[in-house]
């Protein structure tokens, strides 16, 4: 057991428990059937061991509501881009460091595309964050999430235009693609619309909750009017925030997803569960508000880069958005890698852990390990 977390570089070895490494022992002694399950997880958690995040663009052509990165007071802005060139040898230098999961983040990644080739090149294992209007180079081979705020209607309100079909019919039957639909109280009753289109495309889904950032709550206690580009909405309607009849709302529509599209739904019901918790989702520093045990703070291993190719002091994979309101997926799952005491009380329980790293690969890794297919899963 302990080589599972001697693997993960962004925690540390010394902070697991004696305790809590002889009970996962004991578990998997009391259900020898969850051994092979378990070997899938180290190996999902191995690809994750040094992670690093990389802004790749400064652009986007669209005009969401809120967006998490121009909605950001203390936005990283570089004058000056490095050359690409400098991206492959840059890449080539993050291959010899060790990365083993990359995420490419920023305004719209797709923006920059000779880019994301120099990483391809160099990187095996990737996510990109896009939002579908413009397709991916086949060539570049990583796992492309791509943004879902809704239906037609409600992506013309959001974003500034109907972008939702146009995506679909980019990434059509892509095995790379995944819809990651962000959840708001704005937008919960086009979620069966929006899974059945994309059932009809051939791409899963995954769920994400929308997460205000700081200088977007700011706006809207000063009572600031509309900008017309990412802070339209909210004067009038106030932040798309979860309260708990919402949250117990959202629930529900992830719930119906699963029960009702459960070959296309990325999700589980223990990460449903998760980050639809009432209370903040992290353990939150009453001092800096900032949260102590998010793995997605830039801290040990993992870290972050803007377009100028250095490493940035921020706080997180988002650097601006409220850690006491944060329901990110990103955050969500890279907080999973050692279970929880809730997940280690029961064999049950110890299961629902499984089931998480098993969706994580899913859901973030292209393509996806050969173990998925040696244990029988329907890999993708």
Request: one cysteine or more; charged letters at 25%; a negative charge.
């Amino acid at each position: 057991m302990r080589r599972l977390y001697d693997q993960t570089e962004n925690i540390p070895s010394t902070s697991i428990p004696r305790e809590m490494l002889r009970r996962c022992n004991a578990l998997l002694s009391e259900v020898p059937s969850f051994r092979p399950r378990y070997e899938l997880a180290k190996h999902v958690i191995r690809i994750f061991r040094r992670p690093a995040f990389y802004e790749m663009s400064q652009r986007c052509n669209l005009w969401c509501e809120g967006c998490y990165y121009f909605e950001n007071e203390d936005r990283l802005k570089v004058a000056v881009e490095r050359p690409q060139p400098d991206w492959q040898d840059f890449f080539e230098a993050e291959k010899a460091r060790g990365v083993s999961m990359a995420y490419f983040v920023g305004a719209e990644p797709a923006l920059e595309q000779q880019r994301l080739l120099a990483a391809t090149k160099h990187l095996k294992h990737g996510k990109i964050g896009t939002n579908g209007t413009i397709r991916i180079d086949p060539d570049i081979a990583f796992r492309i999430g791509i943004s879902v705020w809704g239906d037609d209607e409600t992506d013309t309100d959001l974003r500034g235009g109907s972008v939702l079909g146009k995506a679909m019919r980019n990434y059509a039957g892509d095995d790379r693609a995944v819809m990651l639909f962000t959840l708001s109280p704005w937008n919960l009753h086009t979620v069966p619309d929006v899974m059945k289109a994309s059932q009809d495309h051939g791409l899963a889904v995954t769920f994400n909750l929308f997460s205000p950032t700081q200088t977007y709550l700011e706006k809207i206690a000063q009572g600031l009017s509309s900008d017309e580009k990412f802070f339209r909405i909210a004067p009038e309607k106030g932040a798309p925030s979860f309260t708990t009849d919402e949250l117990a709302r959202a629930s529900d529509v992830m719930t119906s997803a699963m029960e009702d599209f459960p070959d296309m739904t990325l999700c589980t019901p223990a990460f449903r569960d998760l980050i639809t918790q009432l209370g903040p989702m992290f353990d939150i520093d009453p001092e800096t508000n900032i949260a102590r045990d998010c793995g997605s703070r830039i801290q040990g291993a993992l870290k972050y880069f803007s377009t100028n190719l250095q490493a940035e002091n921020v706080k997180c994979c988002t650097p601006n958005v409220d850690c006491k309101e944060c329901r990110l997926y990103s955050g969500a799952w890279s907080s999973q890698f050692i279970p929880s005491a809730q997940f280690l009380q029961s064999a049950e329980m110890f299961e629902q852990w499984l089931d998480m790293m098993e969706m994580l690969g899913r859901v973030f890794i292209y393509p996806l390990p050969d173990i998925y297919q040696t244990l029988g899963s329907d890999a993708e």
